[in-house]
């Protein structure tokens, strides 16, 4: 794992330092070395953290004849075969790292190389000959990258906060994208919260080349599922062999994120069969609240003893959630409905403390295998399934943020180039011409092929995996998801619904393969995420919270016209107004605190 940053096009006499300001910004996601890459077509830095392969896999690398220069974040899972491959065509490797097989790839098939990887990755490719540069992010979006306009100039970078201390105008919130996220709780790409920063869409290469952008999407998911909808004979190998090139392709221990649920002791299970290095696995304990949430730290530590894996318990006190949680508002770069978030740094912290620096988890089971109770509610016509629901139905009238839909096709359908340079008022038409109309109809394999397609482009890389990647990469570690394989998304999306659901339980196919696995008790587990009692918490110990939330409102730097919404949330008294929802307050919290960190 590592952070990318550069510029293309003309040079600047101060670029050397601008690239030295970039990778301070990002030492947290490369603590262990630094490379820089200069020439006519551009130039970029990258921050290494050293999962594998040791000082001989440093970065930026070359090609033979030094014409092509590579530098990325993630891990190509493939290369040893890649590499095998290449060797017999004669090429020369000069590094040990799985990234250098982009390199001679590029060589051989230029910028139809991405559909060979299998990975999650963040790639600039510098090619000297033709004068371009190339921008590629995976099939998923598991790897952040972003783009803005500098001076005239496409700078990149893998985190924000690089492109903001070396981009000389003021900082300014997008109208779309915090319209956005006022009615879904997520800003999807290719926006961002930022004006003018853009992130690169899922599954997609940008060609920058005298001046101008061209964008491909290389991968996207199908619109509908395979006609012979899949059995789930071949989920056990497929997702085996993800876990085997995740939890295996690693020089130390390994890490996961290990709820009571059934997602992750799936993982856990597989891990011990599959990959050949030692299983730390990390869960949540905190003091009961009486709400109605529970610790998942006994069911943890039961599967953790059954499988016969190191197991670690952090605890969580309402102190210790609300120092991580503030700092995590500036970690997360932009607002992220997802008060878990600080969850996932204590467990980040805890295993880098440990020496670990890869941490797997569970992330897009319920999307692949239909997890979420809204997919079944709308399957069985009781609630419509809209991808999202609007935050404050009080700021509908009236105000800057006008009423926006995803887009019809998923939001990472949404082509950057369509909208780098554009104004808000322009961006939003083009969002309003892509709006979904209709509702998804079809059959129940269909529909929830549909609902899982349409989050895992949307809520899933602009949520669960952008706030995956900044908490752990700001601890030094690195995210892998093993449910994320491009390959076990493409059978798990497929798979026939009453492989799925049935009148017992969700994930059939998932419960089958935990029974088969003998670990009968994750089989048997209700759905569990980590979980927190934010309403006793905010009625009691972070009450400073909600005080905080109306400091925040007042300044009112959004236009939000905090009087028409802020008492149905609140009371006089700084306490939760009556029917107020926990999730609401910290939505519209985590957007408010993001204004006030980042706009000045």
């Known amino acids: 794992m590592c952070g990318i940053a550069g510029f293309t096009g003309p040079k600047r006499p101060d670029d050397a330092a601008l690239l030295v300001t970039m990778a301070r910004r990002m030492v947290h996601r490369g603590p262990d070395s630094a ?34 220069a590579v530098c990325g974040n993630g891990e190509i899972y493939n290369y040893p075969e890649l590499r095998r491959d290449l060797l017999g065509r004669g090429h020369r490797f000069r590094s040990t790292s ?46 952040p990258l972003y783009v803005t306009e500098i001076c005239g100039r496409l700078a990149y970078s893998s985190e924000i906060r690089p492109l903001l201390a070396v981009g000389p105008e003021p900082t300014t919130a997008s109208t779309a994208g915090i319209a956005l996220y006022l009615q879904h709780q997520f800003v999807p790409a290719p926006l961002t919260a930022f004006h003018g920063i853009y992130k690169v869409n899922p599954g997609t290469q940008l060609v920058i080349q005298d001046g101008r952008v061209r964008e491909h999407r290389y991968w996207s998911l ?172 009080s700021l509908d009238d009236g105000g800057p943020w006008p009423e926006l839909r995803l887009p019809g096709d998923g939001p990472a359908e949404l082509p950057l180039t369509r909208v780098l340079g554009r104004s808000d008022a322009e961006t939003i038409e083009v969002l309003h011409a892509a709006a979904v109309n209709v509702e998804p109809k079809g059959s129940g394999t269909e529909l929830l092929y549909r609902y899982g397609r349409d989050d895992l482009r949307g809520f899933v890389p602009s949520t669960l995996l952008a706030r995956s990647d900044k908490i752990c990469m700001a601890n030094s570690v690195e ?57 006793a918490w905010l009625a009691g110990p972070l009450q400073v919270v909600v005080a905080d939330l109306r400091r925040l409102a007042d300044k009112d730097q959004l236009g939000l016209r905090p009087g028409r919404w802020l008492p149905k949330l609140i009371t006089p008294e700084d306490r939760l107004a009556p ?22």
């Open 579 to 600: 029917g107020a929802f926990p999730s609401d307050i910290w939505s519209i919290y985590s957007l408010l605190a993001w204004a006030n960190t980042f706009l000045r």
């Open 222 to 393: 199908p619109e509908r599922p395979a006609e012979a909808a899949h059995s789930g004979a071949e989920l056990p190998w497929l997702l085996g062999e993800a876990v085997s090139r995740q939890g295996g392709s690693v020089d130390g221990p390994v890490g996961l994120c290990l709820s009571g649920g059934l997602d992750s002791a799936v993982i856990a299970a597989l891990h011990r069969t599959w990959a050949d290095r030692p299983l730390t696995t990390f869960t949540i304990d905190f003091p009961i609240a009486g709400d109605g949430t529970r610790s998942e730290a006994g069911a943890a530590a039961a599967l953790a003893g059954r499988l016969g894996v190191e197991h670690v318990v952090v605890r969580l006190s309402a102190d210790s959630y609300l120092e991580t949680a503030t700092r995590a508002v500036e970690t997360l770069e932009e607002p992220i409905c997802d008060p878990t978030a600080a969850l996932l740094d204590r467990i980040s912290a805890e295993a880098a403390g440990r020496g670990i620096r890869v941490l797997l988890s569970g992330e897009g089971a319920d999307e692949l295998y239909g997890g979420y109770a809204q997919y079944r509610r709308s399957m069985a016509g009781e609630r419509p399934w809209i991808g999202g629901r609007r935050l404050l139905k």
């Open 479 to 535: 995210g892998r998801y093993p449910y994320l394989d491009h390959r076990v998304v493409e059978h798990g999306l497929s798979m026939h619904a009453n492989r799925k659901l049935s009148a017992e339980a969700d994930k059939a196919a998932l419960r089958s393969l935990a029974l088969d696995l003998g670990i009968p008790a994750a089989a048997q587990a209700t759905k569990s995420p980590f979980s927190l009692p934010m309403a």
């Open 98 to 143: 799985d990234l250098e097989v982009i390199v001679h790839l590029y060589e051989e098939c230029g910028t139809g190389l991405w559909k060979e990887l299998v990975g999650d990755f963040a790639v600039a490719v510098i090619d000297n000959r033709s004068r371009s540069v190339v921008l590629a992010r995976d099939r998923l979006g598991i790897r």
């Open 35 to 68: 490379g820089t890459y200069d020439s006519p077509a551009g130039s970029m830095v990258v921050r290494r953290l050293a999962v594998r392969g040791g000082p001989t896999a440093d970065q930026p690398l070359l090609s033979e004849d030094g014409s092509i």
